[in-house]
């Protein structure tokens, strides 16, 4: 399997340290306010970086952090009058809420930076034992100077003259000194860690050095993020992480492209900057939004539109609908095995293998709904295919994720039986009625040839003609 790989500025094949194993890193949120749709977008491509390597089978162990600590966790809980536990607390549980909703697997664990801060303490000692940091009035820094490979990630070399930023987030353009630790002051309040060090709280870059070291060991085969993410987060990672161990510390590292909206960064002040829940309040499925993203390369610029949402949520709806109609459909003995099933199962898996071109994975599975749909428009479809196509849909879907999952419950179903007896009854007044009912229940009736009919989920969007 080929993966590009920022660090090589190519395509490398993918080789594990161990055989059969993939140790992952994926930089996670800092929970001090919803995620966005931006966000999502990277969270759910770590989703599928991890179930493609599952589909080849590969035992993947993923590591997501959370960063509950920084900046801005600290001003906006102080401002709000809540401990840091009880503000990160929060937004940690939304976090899950709404990667839940887009089907985003559970990874391997979910550190927390404020958990992990012995670690962290740990390498800074051994960073200043060998050279790599120094103290000054308000902090310990890193001394990028002494770290040769400085720049070897992003291309951004350490200069004459350098200046040291303490701040968590700033001016991404010049390489810097950057703060290890940085020494309590009184904006910090009660925020603070008194291990040995002089009292205070770690920087954000130190917190990803030591959660991975911890949870993978020294050289781990794959980190993602971002492309923001690539400096000086993930250099500094580099220079931080090698300093101490004196090994390498990734073998690939993969980045995915931002997402724009009406094709500009999104932003609160242009007001185009929307989260899951926006989505939601405006009547959208959260699937919907993974469809769109899985249909654009990771290595390209999502240009999210409410129209393309739009055209993805008709879309998911007329694949469920497909899917279940395919299942309904009348057997015939007809044993006749279509070659081109096959074909598309085995065009689907070299797309994933090719640095995982989902949306080439993504086409192969619209072909076989095509198949289904042409097995439905005739009204029936051979025993054997209606087995091959059902199941090869079902094993695209473990990496995409887009059937839906949930059926009917029982009164739903009873009211749909209902009214197909009331249509057969040629009572249409009264089987409308109930259409309407099982509809404010959240889900269509569609009708199929002879009286049959499928319950799908209802979508805003969609009208059932
Ligand atoms: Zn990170």
């Known amino acids: 399997m080929k993966i590009y790989n920022t660090l090589s500025r190519k395509e490398d094949e993918f080789v594990p340290i161990e055989k059969g194993k993939v140790k992952m890193y994926c930089c996670g949120p800092t929970v001090y306010d919803y995620i966005h749709i931006g966000n999502l977008r990277t969270f759910i491509f770590y989703d599928i970086l991890r179930r493609v390597f599952e589909h080849f089978g590969y035992e993947v162990e993923q590591v997501i952090n959370l960063t509950d600590v920084d900046d801005k966790i600290i001003k906006n809980s102080r401002e709000r009058k809540l401990s840091r536990e009880e503000y990160t607390g929060a937004y940690t549980r939304f976090f899950f809420e709404d990667i ?19 670690k962290m303490v740990e390498i800074i000692d ?48 010049a390489a810097s000194d950057f703060a290890l630790w940085k020494f309590w002051d009184e904006s910090d309040g009660d925020i603070f860690w008194d291990k040995g060090i002089e009292k205070g709280r770690p920087g954000w870059h130190i917190e990803c050095s030591a959660m991975s070291n911890r949870f993978l060991g020294d050289t781990i085969d794959i980190h993602s993020g971002a492309v923001d993410l690539i400096f000086p987060h993930h250099e500094n990672e580099i220079a931080q992480s090698e300093a101490y161990t004196g090994k390498k510390f990734v073998n690939y590292w993969v980045h995915a492209e931002h997402l724009l909206v009406d094709g500009r960064k999104m ?16 009547g959208f499925d959260p699937v919907s939004f993974r ?148 509809e404010e229940k959240g889900y269509s009736i569609v009708d199929m040839e002879g009286g049959d009919y499928v319950l799908v989920k209802r979508r805003r969007y969609i009208s059932q003609g």
């Open 100 to 118: 839940e909703k887009v089907r985003i697997k559970p990874a391997t664990v979910y550190p927390k930076a404020t958990d992990n801060i012995d």
């Open 126 to 173: 051994v960073l200043l034992e060998k050279g790599f940091a120094y103290k000054t009035e308000d902090g310990i820094y890193y001394d990028i100077s002494k770290f040769k490979d400085y720049g070897k990630l992003s291309g951004v070399k350490a200069g004459e003259g350098m200046s040291r930023i303490k701040a968590d987030e700033y001016d991404k353009l």
């Open 267 to 282: 932003s609160k002040s242009l007001h185009n900057f929307y989260t899951l829940r926006d989505l939601e309040r405006l």
């Open 291 to 438: 469809l769109m993203c899985l249909d654009t390369n990771y290595r390209e610029k999502l240009n999210f539109t409410m129209d393309s949402l739009r055209r993805y949520e008709k879309t998911l709806n007329d694949i469920n609908v497909s899917f279940k109609l395919l299942q309904k459909l009348e057997e015939t003995d007809d044993s006749s095995i279509d070659g081109s099933i096959d074909e598309s199962y085995s065009k689907f898996e070299s797309a994933l293998a090719d640095n995982l071109n989902i949306p080439s994975a993504l086409s192969q599975f619209f072909k076989l709904i095509e198949e289904a749909n042409r097995c439905i428009a005739k009204g029936r479809v051979g025993k054997a295919e209606k087995r091959q196509l059902i199941g090869r849909l079902n094993d695209m879907n473990g990496i995409l994720d887009i059937l839906d999952k949930e059926e009917a419950g029982q009164e739903i179903s009873r009211l749909a039986e209902e009214r197909r007896k009331l249509r057969m009854k040629l009572d249409w007044s009264r089987a409308d009625e109930l259409r309407r009912e099982v």
